[in-house]
């Protein structure tokens, strides 16, 4: 229930209402289960994540949860299309149609609710994220997957795509606010950085949510470096090989070339 105080009108709202809310949100688990864990239950709506450090986890990450989207909620999915963002060059179809098969998905409709952008300079980024929102409305997407989030700004300081990072960033953040979305984006550590994000203060200072990731060989720490109701923490997994999915027909059945040997 609200209430309005003052000439003002200044709202509040009994704790309880704001308790519902945080139950009706829904959840996106991802493929790791230390990544999992460490935010408590999984990628919550509403929030903007930022994922850096060894980049064949990171990549790994934003695949498989292009895949996890689409399952049914109660398989900790969100029957969602997915809207990827590659600017590094990191989607793989291949990938996708395997991740496909291990969860029962089909490939083909798994690939037709994935939209693809790729950004080659960084004021062209900035053009696709002022033009995300219509795209969410049309494709009804609640997922918005970033490779390589300050890779188009690397190099010298320059004050307009200092700007434009910040306004990126910034818009990235309002846009799961606004639309109860999930927003994750990946980058690199900074660099002579063990520990920081490549972007430096607009990066670490704007998502909800960071998270540095670090593998040693098949250790894979994740560490929880911010998180608007979660405390810093780290929890270690190590891989596990998997094993091809048992009955999996060959890959160039659904694709339009046969897959090279």
């Given at each position: 229930m609200k209430e309005c105080v003052g000439s003002k009108k200044i709202s509040f709202i009994e704790a309880i209402?704001?308790?519902?809310?945080?139950?009706?949100?829904?959840?996106?688990?991802?493929?790791?289960?230390g990544l999992n864990q460490i935010m408590g239950k999984g990628f919550e709506s509403g929030l903007f994540y930022l994922i850096y450090g060894s980049s064949h986890i990171t990549n790994s990450i934003l695949l498989s949860m292009a895949v996890a989207a689409q399952l049914p909620i109660d398989k900790g999915g969100l029957e969602s299309s997915v809207v990827f963002?590659?600017?590094d060059n990191i989607f793989n179809p291949y990938s996708l149609i395997r991740l496909a098969?291990?969860?029962?998905?089909?490939?083909?409709?798994?690939?037709?609710?994935?939209?693809?952008?790729r950004a080659f300079i960084w004021n062209h980024l900035g053009e696709i994220v002022?033009?995300?929102?219509?795209?969410?409305?049309?494709?009804?997407?609640?997922?918005?997957?970033?490779?390589?989030?300050?890779?188009?700004?690397?190099?010298?300081f320059e004050r307009k795509k200092h700007q434009m990072l910040m306004k990126i960033a910034n818009k990235?953040?309002?846009?799961?606010?606004d639309n109860e979305i999930i927003v994750v984006a990946s980058a690199q550590l900074a660099q002579g950085s063990s520990h920081k994000p490549a972007g430096g203060k607009i990066i670490s200072h704007t998502p909800h949510v960071l998270v540095c990731v670090l593998q040693q060989g098949e250790r894979i720490s994740f560490n929880l470096v911010k998180h608007p109701s979660r405390s810093a923490q780290q929890i270690v997994q190590f891989l596990t090989r998997r094993s091809r999915p048992p009955h999996t027909v060959p890959l160039d059945r659904f694709l339009k070339k046969p897959v090279e040997q």
């Open positions: 209402y704001k308790h519902q809310e945080q139950l009706q949100k829904r959840i996106l688990l991802s493929d790791f289960t963002i590659d600017n098969l291990s969860v029962n998905l089909n490939s083909t409709s798994v690939l037709s609710r994935i939209f693809v952008a002022d033009n995300l929102e219509g795209l969410l409305e049309k494709k009804r997407a609640r997922v918005v997957l970033i490779s390589g989030l300050t890779t188009l700004f690397e190099g010298e990235l953040r309002n846009i799961a606010i």
